[in-house]
């Protein structure tokens, strides 16, 4: 037999060996492949995972559709869709980037350990993504005019459906920790980064999916926008009367609870156009207003309880803007924070008051006045929402005498920030759960 032929048949085994062997769906639910690669790749227990299978057929859409990356788009990409763009455009596009966004999503919940797949509100917040994956890809390529119209009724649903996707993913969070604490199971630090990284990046597609949605409600459907607005977008946002508008809102929820409130002194400066002409740039005013409404909170709560010592201290606010930059300074005289607690500042379930207990849980849902201290989401999904165009949040403290929150806002040209779904992904979760030590460098091994 010649050597040619003798490769030809080696070649052809190969490949009959390739096709008998059963092939990977990236579903630990249900994976043939011995051993699954899914759940090795998680350290938390050898348990498979606990989510209730998906169809093969949806999942296999699943896993296609994250393999495609995300536009990202820029405050000036969306004016300029929203003042030129038709129904039929936005549908086309919505219709490929909604599931595109939800899809890599939806592999990583898997990824996370048991004791949190397992809580029912958990897996609720995962049906529902589920849910708007499959409602959008239902619609046709080509669509008509009753396809349109029933777009923006699946788009309304939508943000319905997950209107309260941060309230029950924190009940999720907050039920596996107390089951793991009754259990004497220790709360170890991986876990808590591997969660703390999911969440991340489960809020910032909701912030990404509330912006299209809203967009094209508020420009293509029904919904009525604000004067001068394009969508939910201010092209002339006024910055300080968006810090007003905040401050107002806060002190009213201050006096309901101490009684009384901080006073305010504001300075703005406008170094990109003159020092009279008032701060405006194109943004999302109801971003704004979430990240101004929780610091104040924050200080307006450390400030109240540190004056009954002596007199209440006003909070000072400054504002500036550059060329390239808008800078928000807030500043209060509340007693500081400890220098150990500042690295736990953009942890969730961590709250400027102190580490959230069952008892404080059970309270804060129960109350019928909004607390001035929650659940510790306030401050890190400011920080998102802040990332979102861009910009950043930051917090810097003097223990003893105050702090100092900054918000960095970004040119409208910026892009903004969505999570991608990447072969690497499930290698940052495996990563993120070994809980290195720090040498006495404060560097991490």
């Known amino acids: 037999m010649r050597f040619s032929q003798i490769r030809f048949f080696a070649s052809s085994i190969a490949r009959l060996e390739a096709t008998s062997k059963p092939t990977c769906d990236l579903n630990p639910v249900c994976c043939k492949v011995i051993p699954c690669c899914m759940k090795g790749l998680i350290n938390y227990s050898s348990q498979p995972a606990l989510l209730c299978a998906i169809e093969p057929s949806v999942w296999s859409t699943v896993v296609k559709y994250s393999k495609y990356r995300p536009i990202p788009l820029s405050i000036e990409n969306f004016l300029h869709h929203g003042e030129e763009a038709t129904p039929r455009v936005s549908y086309n596009f919505l219709r490929w980037e909604i599931p595109t966004r939800l899809a890599g999503l939806l592999l990583e ?38 396809d349109l119209e029933s777009f923006s009724e699946a788009l309304t649903n939508t943000r319905i459906r997950h209107s309260d996707t941060v309230q029950k993913t924190a009940e999720a969070v ?37 912006m299209l949605t809203n967009q094209h409600l508020y420009v293509h459907g029904g919904n009525i926008a604000k004067p001068r607005h394009v969508g939910q977008i201010d092209p002339h946002c006024d910055v300080v009367a968006e810090i007003r508008r905040a401050y107002s809102k806060a002190a009213r929820l201050c006096d309901q609870h101490y009684g009384t409130h901080p006073e ?49 201290a006003q909070l000072e606010v400054r504002v500036s803007k550059t060329d390239t930059d808008i800078t928000i300074k807030i500043s209060d005289l509340g007693g500081g924070i400890p220098r150990s607690q500042m690295s736990s ?61 900054f918000i960095y806002l970004r040119s409208m040209q910026q892009k903004a920030q969505i999570p991608v779904f990447s072969r ?10 070994i809980a290195w030590q720090e040498d006495w460098t404060g560097q991490e091994r």
């Open 109 to 146: 919940f898997s990824f996370l350990p048991p004791l949190l797949q397992k809580q029912t509100a958990f897996q609720a917040v995962r049906d529902e993504h589920l849910e708007t994956f499959q409602d959008l890809l239902a619609f046709p390529n080509n669509a008509s005019d009753a």
């Open 345 to 405: 500042l953009f942890k969730y379930m961590y709250t400027t008051a102190g580490r959230v207990g069952k008892a404080h849980a059970d309270a804060v849902k129960s109350s019928s006045i909004p607390p001035m201290a929650g659940l510790g989401y306030g401050l890190p999904l400011s920080r998102l929402y802040a990332r979102y165009f861009q910009g950043d949040l930051d917090v810097s403290s003097v223990h003893g005498v105050g702090t100092d929150c």
């Open 264 to 312: 305010i002194k504001l300075v703005s400066s406008n170094r990109a156009e003159a020092s009279d002409v008032p701060i405006r740039f194109a943004y999302v005013s109801s971003h704004l207003h979430h990240m101004f409404f929780e610091v104040f909170k924050n200080s307006m709560r450390a400030t109240v309880e540190r004056s009954k010592e002596g007199n209440m």
């Open 174 to 210: 907050m039920e596996m920790k107390f089951e793991m604490i009754d259990q004497k199971l220790e709360v170890d630090q991986g876990i808590e980064t591997a969660v703390q990284y999911f969440l991340d990046r489960l809020y910032m597609t909701k912030i990404s999916l509330s």
């Open 424 to 433: 690497i992904t499930s290698k940052t979760y495996r990563e993120k759960t």
